[in-house]
């Protein structure tokens, strides 16, 4: 990769490798944009996924720098099991889970119970065993004694951007993902917000992983992504900054 | 172990194996028949065009079905009027997945089946009065017996294994389109090794199983 600079001395490209929750994907896209034009000497390499299928791969040994998660509890696990520093981590993010329904279709739903609806008959929702955005929303719909009802009619995505992808095609009449993702496409449309009582808050934590094999360089991104710039590049797509 | 969660699965994708490699079996002995009658313009194209999923990736098969049986589509929406539900995220879209991507091999193994049938007795046959459907049923099927099971039993070993195109059409839903392989991904992502390991090896139960009635029937 680096065979093309003449004379390098030590001028050879890091590959900086960020596990990250697929609902970022747009947002890092434009980070990694404005990052690397900074530092030529360093590429930012994705690896977008449900948080808890890379925490998973985190665990199996994968070669990863740092992890931003969707949900504290995969950074917690990744702690305990003493693979994650337990010093170097932030609250970067927080996000709201809201149901989305296709831009053109006629199905409306104003609160949970209205899911219920039988022209309703396909809600998305993320695994909950593996997708934060799928946990929170199963947290919710069980704290309104709704989840068992719902059950039959919930087809399960791999990760949030699945879960939107169902919606935007219509094959699902109704679908949990976080209101950055909604605001990414045109297809769908927001019908409510998830009240905040019902459901963990929505918080992305960002953590350097303990066999990082870049240290120097994942420290050097984790302080710009709590930069003020990189902060208001999120807010742009809809996140908020924790206070 | 949840055993209620362990069997589920298992008896959806044995539900789902039996009802495609039977259909697949139907529709790829149908047209291997019908090729192997007379040569016509196209041919090869039409062969050729039936090969595809053998070699395609089954997200290519799955995108393309999702476009297809999906409700955006005119194919999808007549469908859905016709049985009041969507195909898409049903069983039955399971199916579809395993009889697209297993047709090309119970198709080829038909027709090296009935090439290999003796043109002769055929003819004897036609010349005694027997009609082609005669001659089919009472003549061509018999000798072919050998190959129409290996091909049923193919069908039913990719159909048990369908994994991508499945997942995009039928979707993951516990209970009703979780099939095994789907089950044993969604269990590797979520870290329940236990379920993982317990629906390995249920499969590969079922595939040594499949395995050892082959070899009984083929000594």
Known sequence: MA????????????????????????????????????????????????????????????????????????????????????????????????????????????????????????????????????????????????????????????????????????????????????????????????????????????????????????????????????????????????? | MDWNAFWSPIRLSLQVTLVASLLVTILGLAAAWRMSRRPFRGKSLLETAIMLPLVLPPTVVGFLLLILLGRKSGLGRAIEWLFGAPVVFTWWAAVIASVVMSFPLVYQTMKVGFASVDRDLEDAARASGASEWQVFRLITLPLTFRSLLSAYLLGFARSLGEFGATLMIAGNIPGKTQTIPTAIYVAVDAGNMTMAWAWAGAMIFISFLMLLLVGHRQS
């Open chain 1, 3 to 243: 065979d093309g600079m003449a004379g390098g001395e030590s001028a050879e490209t890091v590959e900086l490798t960020v596990s990250a929750a697929a609902s970022l994907t747009d947002a890092l896209k434009d980070i990694r944009k404005v990052y690397e034009s900074r530092h030529p000497d360093v590429r930012l390499v994705f690896n977008f996924g449900a948080s808890g299928t890379l925490q998973r791969q985190i665990e199996q040994g994968a070669p990863v720098d740092l992890f931003i998660s969707a949900s504290a509890r995969n950074v917690r696990d990744l702690v305990e099991k003493g693979l994650m520093d337990e010093r170097r981590q932030i609250r970067l993010l927080t996000n709201e889970l809201v149901v989305v329904v296709p831009a053109d279709g006629h199905a409306d739903a104003a609160t949970l119970a209205d899911l219920l609806k039988p022209e309703i008959k396909r809600v998305a929702i993320g695994i909950p065993e593996s997708v934060p955005a799928g946990s929170y929303a199963r947290d919710a719909l069980a704290n309104a004694g709704l989840w068992e009802a719902l059950q039959p009619k919930t087809v399960q995505g791999k990760d949030v951007r699945q879960v939107l992808q169902y919606v935007e095609s219509g094959n699902a009449d109704a679908g949990f993902v976080y209101r950055t993702d909604a605001l990414t496409s045109r297809r769908v449309r927001i019908t409510f917000a998830v009240d905040r009582e019902s459901c963990a808050p929505v918080e992305y934590l960002a953590g350097i992983v303990k066999d990082a094999r870049h240290r120097k360089e994942a420290e050097a991104f984790l302080a710009f992504l709590q930069s003020e710039e990189a902060l208001d590049l999120f807010v742009t797509y809809g996140y908020s900054v924790p206070k």
